[in-house]
């Protein structure tokens, strides 16, 4: 049985999918308007690992993600630029899409993009202006939350705090300016403008992920993910807006995680404690790595980012990655150990349970490592024949290949520190043992151990 932390009811639910079988999930995408950077991936990864773990459930997932090509962020940089929105968004939305694939996260069935529907959206706010639950004001139309008795359900707010009749333009801003906000925004100098049948103008950032969860999954779907930042104003304007639309419940499942801190403070440029993915790439570490620390706090947690803690995630996943070479390497035959397939038995099934229960990683990672450290002790004693390898490796490959999908990829080695092993490589068969050992020296230096195996090969891996 899967129980998720359901941010709406503030509880631990048992999760059932609307139709049996398939899960409807729409994810907060990025704002092309910049590279994202760590604690966005944080999430992405978080949703990547929810999503992973019901198809490995066996249930089918339709995923959603949105790709928000107009707001006030992508407007004011296409500006600045003096290019196109089009223009300005595509080379984000291209980097987008690759640093998807270095993590490891599945794509989505569809990435709809905000500019491309505007008549979805122009819907929704005809159907709002016809109900009386949204108005115009000075050629922008504004959502009326007292006209929507739910308002603040979602972000636990106090609406008595409420100033009757203000309102706002912004897309963002905080709870306690809670205020009508803009469903349609009048036309500006400086800013696209759609001629649409509720006049012209753009629209506000909110009514895109109404208008495209909608379209692709259903008046009512089963879970809604982003970060809890987008919890108020984003998640509860996307509420008001479609259930005063469609009349009907908008979300059974609100999953949100947690913040990204670096070095205990919140992530800011001006602090220099900002990091994007290919940062942290740069400094030498794999996508794996960082994925194994971002998927190994659980999702609800404040992730403390450290580069200790990224040393101390590879050595974690070091451990994994060290049983997988070993296990490769076994060829000795022998009888089926049945310690072996009790001990598969008892982490598939941990690994299960710690996931079922609202995504605790913790727990699944522990059965894992029990796991590890009890086949390393079959193996030290010289009781694991090649079939039984065979097993732990195949288990290792399932929960691996479907879930956590971090721990036997292939590591990237710098060009320099591949040309090193080579060449040392080359002078061990010409036995030249001195160049051998300097070599050795210099990849240990550049952080790299190198270990020979019995069939005269090398392998590299990262301290
Ligand atoms: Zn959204």
Redesign the pocket.
């Given at each position: 049985m899967i129980r998720f932390f359901n941010t709406l009811s503030g509880k631990v639910e048992p999760f059932e999918p609307i139709d049996p079988g398939v899960v409807k999930l729409y994810t907060?995408g990025p704002t092309v308007y910049d590279y994202p950077h760590i604690g966005n991936w944080r999430a992405y990864v978080f949703e990547d690992l929810l999503k992973r773990f019901l198809v490995f459930s066996g249930l089918r997932v339709t995923h959603v993600m949105?790709l928000t090509d107009v707001d006030d962020k992508t407007i004011k940089g296409a500006n600045a630029k003096g290019v196109s929105l089009e223009d300005y968004t595509r080379p984000f939305i291209e980097a987008f899409k690759a640093d998807l694939r270095t993590l490891d996260i599945l794509p989505a069935d569809h990435y709809p993009r905000a500019t491309e529907h505007i008549p979805e959206m122009v819907g929704i706010i005809k159907v709002l202006l016809g109900k009386g639950v949204a108005y115009r004001k000075d050629g922008s139309i504004y959502f009326a939350i007292d006209k929507f008795p739910a308002y603040g359900r979602l972000a636990k707010i106090n609406l008595e705090d409420l100033r009757p009749g203000s309102r706002g333009d912004s897309d963002e801003y905080e709870k306690e300016s809670v205020h009508d906000f803009a469903l349609w925004k009048a036309p500006k100098e400086g800013e696209p403008v759609w001629e649409t049948e509720i006049g012209p103008g753009r629209p506000g950032w909110h009514i895109?992920?109404s208008a495209m969860s909608s379209k692709y999954l259903g008046r009512t779907f089963d879970i809604h993910c982003?970060g809890v930042d987008?919890i108020f104003p984003?998640?509860e304007n996307?509420i008001a807006q479609s259930e005063a639309a469609n009349g009907v419940k908008f979300v059974n499942f609100w999953l949100h995680c947690h913040h990204l801190v670096v070095d205990g403070e919140k992530m800011a440029k001006s602090k220099g404690n900002f990091y994007r993915l290919a940062d942290v790439l740069a400094e030498g570490y794999d996508p794996g790595e960082l994925r194994y620390l971002l998927l190994s706090t659980h999702y609800r947690k404040m992730l403390n980012f450290t580069y200790d803690a990224l040393l101390q995630a590879r050595a974690g996943r070091n451990r994994i990655r060290d049983l997988i070479f070993d296990l490769r390497k076994i060829d000795r035959s022998g009888q089926p150990n049945p310690e072996i397939a009790r001990l598969i038995g008892t982490a598939r099934a941990g690994f299960i349970a710690g996931l079922e229960d609202d995504l605790n990683v913790s727990e699944a990672m522990a059965a894992l490592f029990e796991f590890v450290r009890a086949v390393n002790i079959v193996i030290s004693r010289d009781e694991l024949g090649h079939q039984d390898a065979r097993r732990a490796l195949d288990f290792i490959d399932e929960i691996d290949g479907n879930v956590l999908a971090c721990l036997s990829g292939e590591m990237r080695v710098s060009g320099t520190a591949q040309a090193k092993a080579e060449a040392r490589a080359r002078a061990r068969v010409q036995r030249d043992f001195k160049l051998a050992d300097d070599l050795r020296k210099e990849l240990l230096d550049e952080g790299y151990v190198i270990e020979d195996t019995k069939d005269g090969g090398y392998r590299l891996k990262r301290v």
């Open positions: 907060c949105n895109e992920c982003g987008n984003h998640h996307e």
